[in-house]
């Protein structure tokens, strides 16, 4: 079994800092893309942030500048350093990682748990 684990999440006062991360642990043969979405009470879940092996990252345009993604492989983890978090920000957020669990399993999405990020002073 795979697990994702959050943690990080809480309140910030809007021109703080947040770091946000997620750790996988289980059966785990290789593991590719690992990326940050996050979905606001009546919105769909969006990508935040996104992560290759390699290194190569995406984000979308509003984080741009303010949040960095980053991951560690020794450690399985991906984290969201989240800089100037402004009041729209706030969101559930989630991680996502691509994860073969075996040599013989095919490579599929595994999911956080979520973890609340609230903006406001």
């Known amino acids: 079994q795979v697990q994702l684990v959050e943690s990080g999440g809480g309140l910030v006062q809007p021109g703080g800092s947040l770091r946000l991360s997620c750790a996988a642990s289980g059966s785990i043969f290789s593991i590719n893309d690992m990326g940050w979405y996050r979905q606001a009470p009546g919105n769909q879940r969006e990508l935040v942030a996104d992560i290759t092996t390699d290194g190569i990252t995406t984000y979308t345009h509003s984080v741009e500048g303010r949040f960095t993604i980053s991951r560690d492989n020794a450690k399985n983890t991906v984290y969201l350093q989240m800089n100037s978090p402004k009041p729209e920000d706030t969101a559930v957020y989630y991680c996502?990682?691509?994860?073969?669990?075996?040599?013989?399993?095919?490579?599929?999405?595994?999911w956080g748990q979520g973890t609340q990020v609230t903006v406001s002073s």
């Open positions: 996502k990682i691509h994860i073969a669990p075996s040599r013989w399993e095919t490579p599929r999405d595994y």
